[in-house]
């Protein structure tokens, strides 16, 4: 079964920085696409970025493009949400999922992780 584990939210000002992190057990993940999405209250859950996570490939949507850099640590099987230059419009509940890359659909989620941007 797998698990994923979020952490790094928190306030920040903006134009600040934070890194979120994602620790992913339970599975061999090299055919897996691995993706961090966020909620805002009353809002439907938002794509923000995925990778590959064999090859490291990477896309992003087009609100966070150029501001947030995904990645992932193969030894320490932890995929990361860089997010860069901030604004009050991030705040949002941050979610890590995981997909098989032959999945329509993520099928596991972590908990979320808080992110607070003050203007």
């Known amino acids: 079964q797998v698990q994923l584990v979020e952490s790094g939210g928190g306030l920040v000002q903006a134009g600040g920085s934070l890194r979120l992190s994602c620790a992913a057990s339970g599975r061999t993940f090299s055919n897996y696409y691995m993706g961090w999405f966020r909620q805002a209250p009353g809002k439907e859950r938002e794509f923000v970025a995925r990778i590959r996570w064999s090859v490291g490939t990477t896309y992003y949507a087009d609100s966070v493009k150029g501001r947030f850099t995904i990645s992932r640590d193969n030894a320490k099987n932890t995929v990361y949400l860089q997010m860069n230059s901030l604004k009050p419009e991030d705040t949002v509940v941050y979610y890590c999922?995981?997909?098989?890359?032959?999945?329509?659909?993520?099928?596991?989620w972590g908990q979320g992780t808080q992110v607070t941007v003050s203007s």
């Open positions: 999922a995981a997909r098989e890359i032959s999945s329509a659909s993520y099928e596991s």
